[in-house]
């Protein structure tokens, strides 16, 4: 009884907020930074994984009496777990040292440089002026292998080269495209966070946007192949009448697919305002128009299908010669965007009152009759939330190639709260497969697959999932075995990992 009532306080800290650790999770700046701190696993580290888990997200959301508007816009912050493969572990956290944050801190004020979305206070005319010209600098959703150089992306065509070791901010680099106009009259500055590795190769595949100030004219897409952080080549280019916000894409053994969502960017409106979410706006009667690039001879197939709206492709792969596959998570429009408003997002009734419905979708495409015919996964009843699951990862040894796995955060598992997290695992093939993990009051972010090297089977490997344990106010790092989602290990970190955007496995960095 006298147990009961000691634990009476801590019940009703939990019980009364539904989401304890909300402001821990968003919006709260986490400034703590440290290399190669010792962890602690509560049970062995499986002996083949050898390298590090490093992520990338929002950390830091005031500079001085200036704050920023919008979870997008927080100053980047890197994550790494280290793993040396002799059973030990380290954690290494610190903030990008981008031209935008190291300014600010000596301004001890939130430098001029493009945002997403308005600060408080405002700036004035001329700095965002200023900010248009210094463009967007806060490299804080991505990080990648490009060929061996470690690099940190936003949706920008610029990026910057890290050390993946130290997590040290090395240079930014807006690479030349060979053969590619870029000047007057385009602005060429967009591109997605989400690269694609090339199949067959160490290469990835990106999308430069060029967009055309002169009213009117055609806006440009290039595909484009990465080698290396700095050397780029065009694989093909062409024009469209309307630029649309890209985060991701897809690719097949022979192709690249681009979803454009009609989620359009109208330069005349970001000439004007200088603000990114006051220039892009979802056209509810307009379908999303998709271009499919064959990689040999870079013939572009336009193909018009449902209005829909996708932040994030799954996979694609290739039945035949013409028939193609595409899953992407998908929304009936891109109100999500306006959740990561800090207004809305530290609200509770706000945020919950936002519709936000992820759904798994997978698209045929038919080269020959120019068509794509959408579908939707099976159901599993007893797990119906598992295709809302956002932020969807692979075992990428499977990328672009038929799989049966993805795994994910479904961040509204009861479909009313947000901070219902639940981590999952959807079968593709076989809804029965769906799985599930949750404890209540933790927050589990996007996870990593990483794959066992003497594997037999798609799911044969360790999901690395990282975790806020909001109860306790604490984050920390959890194995789990992606074929039964049941925990392997988990180490607490000696500093809160607040919410962030993606990261991958880096095999022999450590
Ligand atoms: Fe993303």
Known sequence: MFRGLALLPLCFVVCLTQTPGWDLLFGTSILNETQQYPIKFDNPIPSWIKGSLIRNGPARYEMGKRSFLNLFDGYGKLYSWQF????????TTKFVQSLSYNESRKLNDIAPYQTFDDLVPPMNFFEKELALRNGLDNMNINVYNFSGDCVILSDTWKLYVVDCFTLDTIRPTTPNIPGVQTGFPYIS???????????GTNYHLTILQSLN??????????????KSADIREKIAEWEVKKMPYLHSFSTTEHY???????????????????????????????????????LKTSKVTTIENENIFTMHHVNAFEEDENTLFLDVASYPDASLV???????LMNATKRNELTFKPSLRRYRIDLKANKMTPTSFDINPKLPFVNMLEVPTINENYRSKQ?????GVVFKSDNKLWGNFSFVKKDVCNSSGDLSWSIPGHYPMEGWFVPHPNGSSEDDGVLMVPVLD????KSYLIMLDPKTMKPITKSYVPFTV?????????????
Request: charge should be negative; include cysteine; hydrophobic fraction near 40%.
């Open 256 to 294: 690249a697919i681009i979803f454009g969502c009609p989620f359009y960017i109208d330069i005349l409106k970001m000439l004007r305002y200088s603000l990114p979410k006051d220039s892009i706006e979802f056209h509810k009667d307009e379908p999303t128009v998709t271009y499919v690039i064959d």
């Open 84 to 91: 040396p493969g002799n059973g030990s572990a380290f954690f």
């Open 213 to 226: 100030i002169l009213p009117d004219m055609p806006h440009k897409f290039t595909l484009v192949r990465s």
């Open 470 to 473: 909001g109860n306790l106010g």
């Open 338 to 344: 306006t959740f990561f408003e800090m207004d809305n």
């Open 403 to 407: 799989y049966c796995y993805i795994y």
């Open 189 to 199: 500055i967009m591109s997605v966070a989400h690269p694609v590795r090339e199949y």
């Open 498 to 510: 607040p919410f962030h955007f993606h990261g991958r496995f880096f095999e022999n960095v450590f």
